[in-house]
């Protein structure tokens, strides 16, 4: 079974910066495409940004210039580099493969936005 351990949030202001981390069990981070998630009180869970084996990323329209995903297939980890950091950002965010989730989603790791 796949283990999924999420990493980095916290409290930030407006226009800060986190970075989220994904620590994954087995080798699903080379064999798959991974993706961050996030969601939001009272939200449904959404993809926010995805890497493909190629290397190849891409993101959901309200994160574009501002995050960005990274793989490490050695160290079977994922990262999510968030800089300009809005409210709107505050969720909880989950690592898993894309489009359809393989591991048991893990605990996430909150991350709010807010002076």
């Known amino acids: 079974q796949v283990h999924l351990v999420e990493s980095g949030g916290g409290l930030v202001q407006p226009g800060g910066s986190l970075r989220l981390s994904c620590a994954a069990s087995g080798t699903i981070v080379s064999a798959y495409v991974m993706g961050w998630y996030r969601q939001a009180p009272g939200k449904q869970r959404e993809s926010v940004a995805r ?3 190629s290397g190849t990323t891409t993101y959901a329209d309200s994160v574009k ?13 994922v990262s999510l580099q968030m800089i300009s950091l809005k409210p709107e950002d505050t ?6 493969t894309y489009p359809l ?13 807010s002076s």
Request: one cysteine or more.
């Open 51 to 53: 890497i493909y084996s």
């Open 65 to 77: 210039g501002r995050f960005t995903i990274s793989r490490d297939n050695a160290k079977n980890t």
């Open 91 to 96: 969720a909880v965010y989950y690592c898993n």
């Open 101 to 113: 989730p393989l591991g048991s989603w893990g605990q996430g790791t909150q991350v709010t936005v």
